[in-house]
């Protein structure tokens, strides 16, 4: 992660592989092509840049790179939304003026925690490291295997990955480690020299030959918004809709709701896990503890 210019070499070099002359509607000349996908002179030509000036992009400057040369190359590499922001995000990493971001949040403000009090179904708010900063008692309770976790602070990502509880609790497992490393890889984009996250990273690198496969792909993806399958202790299976909202007042903390449809087995078994709350975990909304 320190190495930011490698970063930009590889993503880029990674990006071009897997696009073939074909489908950027360029003529496949003979049938011995060294490379994988697109050579540096084709992206260059389908970008509107010299040789030159593609190759110093891909070698790392992209720090004096405009908007619309980044954006046309997002557009002849096929980048996707998340994608496109992680590039950008590479740019302004390596960027002359470029100001050091603010520190990741470790708590919120007491406001926050009466907005989760007032959400019936389970939320929490988390940073981009997946640290859970603060969750209601159904947050609590829906996560309890993550919470159960004796590590600190409570972390997602070293849940799915350091934990074999966690190919139990979730149902799509390949699908959730795949997210979490692409995840947490566009974090590393934002904020490349944060300690935690460096440090996080290294641990998972240390200890999961799985996390260092998903994060050598350096796929990126935003999390906004889908379906998490679930396996609960207590309610059994769950198929919840989550939503993602940024929270405009505490940069870089997001707050995740999960419902389920009315009238589904999902819906009646949060109402259990409602149930079982009131009666096992009535306390409010807790910033959780992150030493």
């Not at 997002?74 to 980048?79: D, K």
């Not at 603010?102 to 959400?119: C, E, M, N």
């Not at 979490?180 to 020299?193: D, F, K, S, V």
């Amino acid at each position: 992660m320190g190495d930011m210019r490698k970063e930009i070499r590889e993503f880029l070099t990674t990006r071009r592989a897997r696009i073939t002359p074909e489908q950027a509607g360029l003529p496949a000349y003979g049938g011995n092509r060294r490379v994988a996908g697109l050579r540096r002179e084709e992206v260059a030509m389908l970008t509107g840049v010299s040789v030159d000036y593609y190759v110093r992009l891909e070698r790392g400057s992209l720090g004096g790179a405009s908007e619309s040369v980044l954006d046309a190359l997002s557009r002849t590499l096929r980048l996707d939304e998340a994608e496109r922001l992680y590039l950008h995000d590479l740019a302004r990493s390596v960027a002359p003026s470029r100001k050091a971001p603010a520190p990741v949040a470790t708590t919120v403000r007491p406001a926050v925690l009466q907005v989760l009090d007032a959400i019936a179904g389970p939320a929490w708010v988390r940073n981009g490291r997946h640290d859970i900063i603060a969750a209601n008692a159904m947050g609590r309770a829906l996560y309890a295997p993550v919470f159960d976790d004796p590590h600190r602070p409570v972390n997602t990502t070293r849940f799915i990955y350091l934990n074999p509880a966690a190919r139990e609790f979730w149902r799509d497992y390949d699908l959730m480690a795949n997210n979490a490393a692409a995840m947490l890889r566009m974090e590393a984009g934002r904020t490349p020299h944060d300690p935690d996250l460096i440090r996080l990273v290294g641990e998972l690198s240390t200890c999961s030959e799985t996390f260092r496969e998903r994060w050598a792909s350096r796929d990126v993806h935003l999390h906004r918004s889908g379906r998490k399958r679930l396996h609960h202790p207590i309610v059994g299976d769950l198929d919840l809709d989550y939503e993602s909202m940024e929270l405009p007042s505490e940069p870089g903390l997001a707050l995740n709701v999960y419902t389920a449809p009315a009238g589904t087995p999902s819906a009646d078994a949060l109402q259990v896990l409602a149930s079982w709350v009131a009666t096992h975990d009535a306390e409010p909304a807790l910033a959780v503890a992150q030493g």
